[in-house]
């Protein structure tokens, strides 16, 4: 009964010694500790992207939202004016940027749980279902907003649709710096699903 | 024997825990392949949008193609990547299906599903900002309706924009559906 077929439960404690050299338990008690450090390395970087991430789409929002312009010329009757306003897609990215910079300050309490309980499924699970969903809202307001550009910068013959940034340069340049801001949180919000991801694996 | 009772509770309590996870990868699958129907319609509807409007003059002909504005081409582009990538991604899927403990896979899937929804949700959104421009217009930069002249060219552009927004729902599904696998024990 003792040599039989049990081998780490009726072992003697002579024994016992000999079987913690074979150490069929200590890798299960190693294992929580070593991974856990990996997990917290995965979560502290999660969180310095996020902060990038919120500066970027907090950046985007007020480029956008500050890109008025005048013309120095004006008839007797109207000014020439351009701004976020004059362009419904305009105002959708200004909302919707704001709306993820809010988002990325609101989850950076559960970045915080996730460094300190390296473990937990559920607030990562929960973080990379919120980015997903902001990834597409930062994406859609940032690919609308980049096609608006294009064709202020490009105009469209076939449709006879004028390039308006030839007249408003500022405003053209203030644009076209908030759509990069954008794309750059995009990028980000990337780098964010995938760690969440791999931070997940069971180990 | 009370290693052999150990080894047959542990056998007993994994079983349940393998037929959800099955259970998550086969509702991947399945979404995998809605997912490739609806952008591969998007792409189809997009790119054969023809109309020749039935007055001409001498010298000019009034036709809207999907190519004569570059952000269609790229819509239909984007749509065609992504839909010849869930293709390609199907067999991955069904060795998921087959084999649950898959760690490693399961994650490079979900980052190019990432990307691939990243590229999706661009495309749609900047067809739905010209769309939008098409249907509206823009006084204030002198920006024409187009689709008071072109009716359907217009009605077959917003109606392509459906399948790509519904695949991009289908997308962020299937990456929770692959985090909520790679979370189970």
């Known amino acids: 009964m003792k040599s039989g077929d049990s081998t780490t439960i009726n072992v003697p404690p002579e024994s016992s010694a000999v079987s913690k050299g074979k150490a069929p338990l200590l890798p299960v008690a190693a294992g929580p500790a070593s991974s856990g450090g990996w997990k917290k390395g995965i979560a502290i970087f999660d969180f310095i992207l996020r902060l990038f991430a919120m500066v970027a789409a907090l950046a985007a929002a007020a480029a956008m939202g500050t890109s008025d312009e005048t013309l120095p010329l004006f008839t007797q009757f109207f000014q ?15 909302i919707a940027m704001a709306l993820v910079a809010g988002y990325l300050l609101l989850s950076l309490p559960f970045s915080i749980v996730t460094i300190v309980r390296p473990f937990a499924a559920g607030p990562r699970i929960l973080l990379l279902v919120l980015d997903t969903v902001a990834l597409t809202l930062t994406t859609a307001a940032g690919g609308a907003a980049a096609a608006i550009v294009y064709l202020a910068h490009n105009g469209n013959s076939n449709t006879n ?11 053209c340049q203030k644009v076209s710096g908030a759509v ?21 694996r069971r180990i | 024997m009370k290693a052999g009772a150990a080894l047959d509770v542990g056998g007993a309590s994994k079983m349940p825990t393998t037929g959800i996870s099955r259970g998550v990868s086969a509702l991947g699958f399945i979404l995998r392949v809605l997912a490739f129907i609806c952008t591969l319609g998007s792409a189809i509807a997009m790119g054969t949008t023809n109309e020749t409007l039935p007055f001409f003059t001498r010298f000019i002909r009034f036709r809207a193609e999907y190519d004569d504005l570059p952000t269609f081409t790229f819509f239909v582009a984007a749509n065609g990547v ?18 649950s403990a898959a760690q490693n896979s399961r994650i490079v899937l979900v980052i190019f599903d990432t990307i691939m929804l990243a590229l999706l949700t661009a495309g749609a959104s900047a067809s739905a900002a010209i769309v939008y421009l098409a249907h509206k217009g823009n006084t204030k930069t002198n920006w024409f309706a187009i689709c008071q002249q072109f009716n359907s060219f217009c009605k077959r552009i917003s109606g392509s924009l459906i399948g790509s927004f519904g695949g991009i729902l289908l997308f962020i599904l299937i990456i929770l559906l692959a985090a909520i696998a790679l979370s189970r024990r």
């Open chain 1, 161 to 171: 649709w004028m390039a308006i940034c030839q007249q408003y340069g500022d405003f």
């Open chain 1, 80 to 94: 020439f004016q351009a701004s976020y306003d004059d362009l419904p897609t305009f105002q959708f990215f200004v």
């Open chain 1, 180 to 200: 990069v801001g954008s794309l750059i949180a995009a990028m980000l919000f990337v780098f964010l699903v995938v760690l969440s991801a791999m931070a997940l």
């Open chain 2, 82 to 99: 992504v839909s010849g990538y869930l293709i390609l991604s199907l067999p991955f899927s069904i060795f998921h299906i087959m084999r």
